[in-house]
């Protein structure tokens, strides 16, 4: 295999070296070349940055890196990568030898242009001579012209096998290194696989099937492995979010088993300042959300989100704001149903008698439901409450069931008719809710608007709906991409989890008003159930008793 790049050893001395056979001077030689070569392998050069630094000293079972375009996310990642997996991690998270590294792209094309000539071709990084020794080119400070191509990140002399999905294009499958340890290359197009265990999984990049998640991690337990994703912050990827958004919330917490390192492209020294400049014109060009993406890594969703102007300041009022702490039994009391079998997400509202909001006050999320769970669940929330109307989506209200070849909203109505459970207008069945989209998802912005007073007419009772807060952050709109750019519709994203903004759209498009409930009768006095208890001892004692009359014997 051939050497990146050509070191010359030191010339030999003569003079001690009288007698030896010219195959021991050579088997010398080799010996120097191979030292020198060790000397400047890549590994040893990495000079990383402080917020680099960071990242490899974490001891976090889980690592997240975001980044824009050339800020240093892909470097760190992969040296950690190459560290694990030849022995020289500096801070010992791994071990040196009989390890397991999985590594997953986009797509086997992603495995061919960025993991293949990262991890084992020259280039991941520039060299520049010092005096007799070799270290990292410095952008602005050395001559490029100087610079040369470092070794690959993981030696030649360490590989012992390589195994090919398509070699010629670089699809890389299995690696098998000289002290054991293995690599795996995956495309997540496919599926992933099961039954393994792994020291270090590294997700690079957006992927197109976030089950890969969930299973990698999975696969980490018993060797108690790391998980390290470095990424682009694309807003379009919920596993992403979610991630991020576990780090933000445990970023103070200095035994969380989660952390999140970002990246900037203006903070990367190895970039000449005027290319610095050019780049960040070019993303200004297509619009602020690329270019606080691609330079600041942030997260954009502001442009993709169906409802950005949600603000949990705003919109979440809690609970001291109601008497009691409880809804008043005399406001109107409303429900709507996203019926399904993965999730079943079911909203409570109320409006109270001067109809100025909507309070959505409480909620059902139910996965893998049926009818008899949705009856027991919904009637264990629901009892001694008076409720206007049931809403459901008549769409999946529609779906027949495979089973026992009934509609659902049939099924979900006798579980109400077993337990008497009725609406006012609807009674056991379900008003259905609008199939007009671009209608429901106006009037939810509608009554999400701030007013010149600074209320709205849609409310959330805090810590009531926490899967209906969760959708809400997530909740995007579909986009497509033409000629490399991507494009925002208006039409929702129905794909993944948004069972909960569905029902909170069939709601709003109601338009609940203010209808007032039916008197309920009070606790009667004392005495009216002294006087039944009398009546029905009398009738006890008095059984088996005969009255004799002049007109006949009677009881």
Not at 303 to 316: A, D, E, G, I, R
Not at 351 to 380: H, M, S, T, W
Not at 457 to 482: F, H, M, Q, W
Not at 518 to 523: L, Y
Request: a neutral charge.
């Amino acid at each position: 295999m051939r050497r990146h790049p050509p070191v010359d050893p030191p010339p030999m001395p003569q003079a001690p070296l009288a007698g030896l056979t010219k195959h021991a001077l050579d088997s010398m030689r080799e010996v120097q070349v191979e030292l020198a070569e060790r000397r400047i392998e890549a590994l040893r050069l990495y000079k990383p940055m402080p917020k680099q630094d960071e990242f490899h000293s974490c001891a976090a079972s889980e690592r997240i890196v975001i980044g824009g375009n050339r800020s240093g996310k892909s470097m760190c990642t992969f040296i950690e990568d190459a560290r694990a997996a030849t022995g020289q991690d500096p801070y010992g998270k791994y071990p040196e030898k009989d390890g397991v590294l999985v590594i997953i792209g986009k797509n086997w094309q992603h495995i061919g242009m960025v993991v293949y000539p990262i991890l084992f071709k020259a280039g991941a990084f520039k060299m520049i001579r010092e005096g007799d020794a070799w270290r990292a080119f410095i952008p602005g400070k050395d001559d490029p012209a100087l610079a040369k191509p470092a070794p690959p990140l993981i030696p030649p002399r360490l590989i012992t096998d390589m195994a090919w999905v398509q070699k010629n294009a670089g699809y890389l499958n299995k690696v098998q290194l000289a002290n054991g340890w293995t690599i795996f290359c995956f495309s997540s197009e496919g599926q992933p696989p099961q039954g393994f265990q792994a020291d270090l999984v590294h997700i690079d990049e957006d992927i197109n099937n976030e089950q890969w998640v969930g299973e990698m991690q999975a696969r980490l337990a018993d060797r108690k492995g790391r998980f390290v994703w470095s990424a682009m912050p694309w807003s379009q990827n919920d596993a992403l979010l979610g991630l991020c958004e576990r780090a933000d919330k445990s970023a103070d917490d200095e035994d969380s088993i989660i952390r999140k390192f970002t990246l900037r492209f203006l903070d990367n020294p190895h970039i000449d300042e005027s290319e610095k400049r050019k780049n960040i014109e070019r993303w200004a060009s297509l619009g602020m959300d690329e270019l606080r993406m691609r330079s600041e890594g942030e997260f954009t969703t502001e442009s993709t989100l169906m409802y950005p102007t949600f603000n949990t300041s705003v919109h979440v009022v809690p609970r001291t704001d109601l008497p009691d702490g409880q809804v008043p039994p005399e406001w109107t009391r409303y429900v709507s149903i996203d019926p399904g079998h993965a999730v079943m997400a079911c909203l409570f509202g109320a409006v109270p008698p001067d109809e100025k909001f909507l309070l959505i006050y409480d909620e059902l999320y139910v996965r893998q439901c049926n009818a008899l769970i949705f009856g027991e669940k919904f009637f264990g929330k629901a009892q001694n409450q008076h409720f206007y109307t049931f809403i459901m989506d008549m769409h999946g209200g529609m779906l027949r069931d495979l089973g026992s070849g009934r509609l659902p909203h049939e099924l979900y109505s006798e579980e109400l008719r077993k337990r008497s459970f009725r609406s006012q207008l609807s009674g056991y069945g379900f008003t259905p809710g609008s199939d007009d989209i671009a209608a429901r998802t106006a009037m939810v912005r509608q009554m999400l608007h701030i007013r010149g007073d600074g209320t709205t007419r849609l409310k959330v009772l805090d810590g009531a709906c926490p899967n209906l807060l969760r959708e809400l952050k997530r909740y995007r709109k579909k986009t497509s991409k033409i000629d490399g750019r991507v494009y925002v519709t208006d039409e929702p994203q129905t794909r993944g989890e948004v069972h909960a903004c569905q029902a909170l759209e069939y709601l709003c498009a109601y338009e609940p008003k203010y209808h007032t409930p039916p008197k309920v009768r009070g606790t009667d006095p004392w005495w009216v159930k002294y006087l039944a208890d009398k009546r029905r001892r009398q009738k006890q004692e008095n059984e088996g008793v005969l009255y004799l009359s002049p007109k006949g014997v009677y009881k």
